[in-house]
């Protein structure tokens, strides 16, 4: 009898045992399975590197680098056009930082209302710093009111934000484009025009001439 229940004690262990691994194998296998997800998803998001363009020397150099693609047969370029893209690139970029920089003070405004509401609740002494009712001449209801008309004025500007950006992402996106239309600055010794105006700058070792064209590689 004794025998019996240490055999059936046995295969009870090796049956938990079994279970055990196999739990094990398909927790690891979940896992990698969510690994191999989060590394396509990162791969999918992977964008190339931009080019960097010297939007300044272009908009400052338009007519020549123009000239120059003309020589090259370079129809389609437009430095001029990247000049006034960069202008307005700049424009936005001003502005954004404009109210991005009103922003914040909206924000530590509201913050100072906030802790001084909190004071006067708690009947705190008021910090002369903040702008307390005592000093801003305002009740609790006209604390209220600022802090409203505060977040209104926030929420304003973060939408001119956001506007703004949206436009600043087009315009950079025009910018890139047609700065990488713009051909390389061609060197000032090259020939310009057809194979005509080419002219032999260096002979290196002894031309060989040919009397007869072979007809075939064994002549």
Known sequence: ???????????????????????????????????????????????LIQPSFDYKHIRDNAQALLENAQNRNVGDARPHRVGELYDEFRRLTT???????????????????????????????????????????????????????????????????????AQLGVVETRLRYEASKLPNITHPDTPIGDESRARTVKTVGTLHTIDKIPLDPSD
Request: glycine share 8%; charged share 25%.
């Open 1 to 47: 009898m004794l025998g019996r229940i240490s055999a059936t004690s046995r295969l009870r262990n090796i049956h938990s045992c079994l279970r055990t691994c196999a739990g094990a194998r398909v927790g690891a296998h979940r896992r990698n399975h969510h690994q191999q997800q989060q590394l396509g998803s990162g791969q999918q998001r992977r964008t």
């Open 95 to 165: 502005l954004i930082n404009e109210k991005r920089s009103e922003l914040n003070s909206l924000s530590k405004e509201l913050g100072n209302l906030a802790r001084s509401q909190s004071k006067r609740r708690k009947g705190e002494a008021k910090d002369a710093d903040l702008p307390t009712a005592s000093n801003s001449g305002l009740d609790q209801s006209g604390l209220l009111a600022a802090m409203a008309n505060l977040r209104e004025n926030a929420g304003v500007v973060k939408a001119t934000i956001q506007a703004l950006d």
